[in-house]
Each structure stands twice: as structure tokens, then as C-alpha cells.
């Protein structure tokens, strides 16, 4: 069960030298410009959250639910997003450089213009995504689901895919200098 936190008590803490929030809820609150680098926010509530330019680097937020959130511009670099719901969440040009995103449901969010340079996205669901202008350079996305996103302007160089990756009807990923796992 999740306990609510208020934004004041959340960074309060924090600022004291707390960092563990597991399971908590947070939805609907706005941390905005906030910097909680290396918090811990495993299997947290985050729906509707404002976390524009937030720098959440390192956190842990594995099996968080941060579906509909607003992440424009936050950094996630090096942060652990394993098993994440993040469904129409909003992530343009958020910086996910060597994050994990492993088995991550990103069905339908907006990533347009966002980094992810070296990010684990094996078994990602990026189904519907807006990927306009999105660096994948040696992105991991073995396995991935990319049906139906919007591939239009991707940088996909060195990123590798497997037999279990599937792509749009049509897309060759060899094109776009994709490199095959085998």
C-alpha cells in the first residue's frame, strides 16, 4: 500500500538526506525544476506528475507508474526505469543517456527529440511513440515493440535490434545503420 506525500514534505525531506520513497504517491503534484538525483522511488505513483526539467540522474524508478506524466526537458540519465509504466507520458527532449529501460511500457508517449544515446531498452513497448528526431545511438532495443511509432528523422546508428525486435511493416532497420544481434 502507498502513503501520500506532499510536495513541501517530499523535498524537505530530501534535502535532509533522505532518499528512500519507495511505493509512495505522488501523483498529480508538480516538482518542477525540483533535483532529486539518486532518489529512490521504486514501485512509486507518479501519474500526472510535473516533473519538467526535474534532474531525477540515478534515481531508481523501477516499476513506477508514471503514466501521463510530464517529463519535458527533465534529465533521467544513468536512472533505473526497469519495468516502468510511462503510457502517454510526455518526455520530449528529456535527456535518458545510459538509462534502463528495460521491459518499460512506453505505449503512445512523446519522446521527440529526446537522447537516448546507450540506454537498455530491451523490451520496451514503444507502440504509437513519437520518436521525431530521437537519438538512439548504441541504444539497446533487442526485443523492443516499435509498431506504429513515428520513426520520421530517428537517429538509430549503431543501435542494436534482434529477430524479436519488431519494427513498422516495411522499416529496414540495416538502412539506418542498425546493428543486428545475433
Known sequence: MSST?????LLDRYAAGERDFRSVNLSAIDLKDATLKGILLQGATLRDTKLLNADLTGADLSEADLS??????????QANLEGAQLRKADIREAKLHGTNL???????VNLSSA?????????????GAD???TSFYKA???GADLRGADLFQVHLK?????????FNPGFDPIVLKMQHWE
Open 158 to 166: 549503431d543501435a542494436y535490434f534482434d529477430e524479436k525486435t519488431k
Open 140 to 142: 539497446d532495443l533487442r
Open 131 to 133: 520518436l521525431m528526431h
Open 5 to 9: 506525500i506532499t510536495v513541501t514534505a
Open 115 to 127: 537522447d537516448l544515446r546507450e540506454a537498455d531498452l530491451r523490451e520496451v513497448i514503444l507502440c
Open 68 to 77: 501521463q506524466a510530464g517529463l519535458q526537458k527533465a534529465d533521467l540519465s
Open 102 to 108: 528495460r521491459g518499460a511500457d512506453l505505449t503512445e
